[in-house]
């Protein structure tokens, strides 16, 4: 039972412009969310988080929005730039749990 | 910001050997926890070490298999026995420790071919 799902497993998006990247969930319980990305041959790099109780959180060039009543949420890298290129993971967990559950990632592509 | 040092870093090891990877974290820290990716696929949390007592495996993952060690606050192991080809994966730590964004950190990981 694949509690969290990246729908998409791949995503190519042009230099400069919006890349957008989506996560869906299904646990309810679910109060805490975080993005990584991963290079390969390295461990994952936490990016952004967000707690249930916010519907959008901002760092930089990142943007994560939360639709708690869809179970969904995404990040949004603007500009996109050849760095981001890499493969991304949403992660969920529940209040007092600090178990991780992973979607399986989206790798992002960003063509100059 | 939290530093997880895990090696090896790679390896390739022949079925039916075992491997142990070891994990410092630069500060005690209570709880580590390690996953597992396996080719394509998402990360999935093996089980969780305190320090002191047994760890916590989750469905699908048993201690002779992998068993783990966490013998002080700062140090972890996770040895993957009795391997075949679908141990093939990369095996990574984190403490869950909560940084300044409140995202946890994880080790660099281990790439494991087993041939």
């Known amino acids: 039972d694949q509690q969290v799902k990246q729908n998409s497993p791949s995503l190519s998006v042009q230099e400069g412009r919006i890349s957008i990247l989506n996560c869906d969930y299904t646990?309810?319980?679910?109060?805490?969310f975080l993005w990584y990305k991963k290079y390969p041959a390295e461990g994952p790099t936490f990016l952004i988080s967000i707690s249930s109780i916010k519907d959008k959180n901002e760092d930089g060039r990142f943007t994560v929005f939360l639709n708690k009543s869809a179970k969904h949420l995404s990040l949004h890298i603007v500009p996109s730039q050849p760095g981001d290129s890499a493969v991304y993971f949403c992660a969920a967990s529940d209040f007092g749990n600090e178990k991780l559950t992973f979607g399986t990632g989206t790798r992002l592509t960003i063509i100059p | 910001s939290a530093v997880i040092s895990q090696k090896p870093s790679r390896d390739i090891c022949q079925r039916g050997t075992s491997l142990t990877i070891q994990c410092q974290v630069d500060?005690?820290?209570?709880?580590m926890f390690w996953y597992r990716q396996q080719p394509g696929q998402s990360l999935t949390l093996i089980a969780t070490?305190?320090?002191?007592?047994?760890?916590?495996?989750e469905s699908g993952f048993v201690i002779d298999k992998f068993p783990i060690s966490r013998p002080n606050l700062t140090f972890s192991t996770l040895t993957v026995s009795n391997m075949s080809p679908e141990d093939s994966s990369i095996y990574l730590c984190?403490?869950?420790?909560?940084?300044?964004?409140?995202?946890?950190?994880f080790g660099s990981g281990t790439r494991l071919t087993v041939v």
């Open positions: 984190s403490d869950h420790r909560v940084t300044a964004n409140y995202g946890y950190t």
């Open positions: 646990n309810s319980m679910f109060d805490y």
């Open positions: 500060s005690q820290v209570t709880m």
């Open positions: 070490a305190n320090q002191g007592s047994e760890a916590t495996y």
